[in-house]
């Protein structure tokens, strides 16, 4: 007796979870049980028992059907929260003020409730919430009948709202000869940093501001403090391609020490220049990434003066929080202190440690 009741409870409970589980009939006829996660007018994505979450293209789902609460998003702007279920082409929503009609076809958003509460989170992260990045690593040291040693070493951490971004970067090379008759000793001391916001005016327009530091002590550049802004143009937006283009106006500090090391005659400049630049990124299939920049600084005060930064730079992930990182960049300037070098050129390679919180 107790074993025919234990079978029937658990038969009970088979047909009660299979009752209440979410179905979706494509227009061929197949049919998926399971919870819906989402459809974003392109594809839906629902979580079944035994081969986890699936993705169907959302043009070939004819009904849905669901006792779970679903948010729902149509074109016209209507929202509706409740369980669905389809008929004659239009997905009803049993809301708490009662049914409401949406056509199918007009449906862009559906989400769950755990996915409904990550997107509000999203769309106004705290301020320590939703940041990406990565530090890179790169050593070199050599002894024998070389003595030399180089460091390598850049920040990256990038906070992405629903309608803005900022974004904290920092770059450092350092490398010396360290042979006893080397001259110069310090072959490379450069180091940079900053912070910039963007923030979305439309889908395609954002404005921007920045300000950004620099030192480079084989150029005598004690610093160069920019302050910044402008707007920007998304001419490509994808999850896999993004391209900028940038125009805007800063105004910029620089601090040169001239003359041989140990001087103390200081070049001191002041002025207000132009900016106009690109920043591209690709991912090529899941495991790597490429982005590139370009910025170029005509003084508006001394015609033909001016400056660029050029940087290009790969990322490939070995695991999750492990990639192998490749970095090449290009720092001109038109008017360095007499008997400095025009163009910094720098190139590192090395482990780069990515992080989420």
Do not use: C
């Not at 790969?314 to 008997?339: E, H, R, S």
């Amino acid at each position: 007796m107790r074993s025919s009741l234990l079978l029937l409870s658990l038969l009970l409970a088979v047909a009660t979870v299979n009752v209440r589980a979410d179905q979706v009939v494509l227009k061929n006829g197949d049919k998926l049980t399971g919870t819906i996660v989402k459809a974003d007018g392109k594809e839906l994505v629902i979580k079944t028992e035994f081969a986890g979450e699936v993705t169907i293209q959302y043009p070939a789902v004819q009904e849905i059907k669901s006792e779970q609460q679903l948010h729902i998003e149509a074109k016209d702007g209507q929202k509706a929260v409740g369980a669905v279920s389809t008929a004659d082409g239009k997905v009803e929503v049993a809301t708490k003020s009662g049914p409401v009609e949406v056509p199918r076809e007009n449906i862009t958003i559906i989400r769950n409730d755990a996915e409904q509460m990550a997107y509000e989170k999203a769309m106004h992260p705290g301020l320590l919430e939703g940041w990406d990045g990565g530090v890179n690593l790169g050593f070199g040291l050599t002894r024998g009948n070389s003595a030399t040693k180089n460091l390598g070493v850049a920040f990256k951490a990038v906070r992405t709202g629903h309608r803005d971004k900022l974004s904290i970067y920092q770059n450092t090379v350092y490398a010396t000869n360290d042979a006893p008759d080397a001259t110069p000793s310090q072959t490379a001391d450069l180091k940079q940093g900053g912070v910039r916001y963007d923030r979305d005016l439309t889908k395609k327009l954002f404005a921007f501001g920045i300000t950004d530091f620099m030192s480079d002590g084989l150029q005598g550049l004690n610093i160069r403090a920019l302050f910044g802004g402008g707007l920007g143009y998304h001419a490509i937006k994808s999850e896999t391609t993004t391209l900028d283009l940038l125009g805007g106006a800063n105004y910029t500090h620089e601090n040169y020490t001239e003359g041989p090391p140990g001087a103390t005659t200081s070049l001191i400049r002041n002025f207000a220049s132009l900016q106009i630049g690109d920043e591209f990124m690709h991912k090529i299939r899941k495991s790597t990434v490429i982005t590139q920049s370009f910025y170029f600084f005509p003084d508006m005060s001394n015609t033909g003066e001016y400056r660029t930064n050029f940087n290009i730079g790969t990322v490939t992930k070995l695991n999750k929080w492990l990639g192998w990182q490749n970095a090449f960049g290009d720092i001109y300037v038109t008017n360095p202190p007499a008997g400095k070098e025009k163009n910094d050129l720098f190139f590192t390679t090395g482990l780069n440690i990515a992080f989420t919180h």
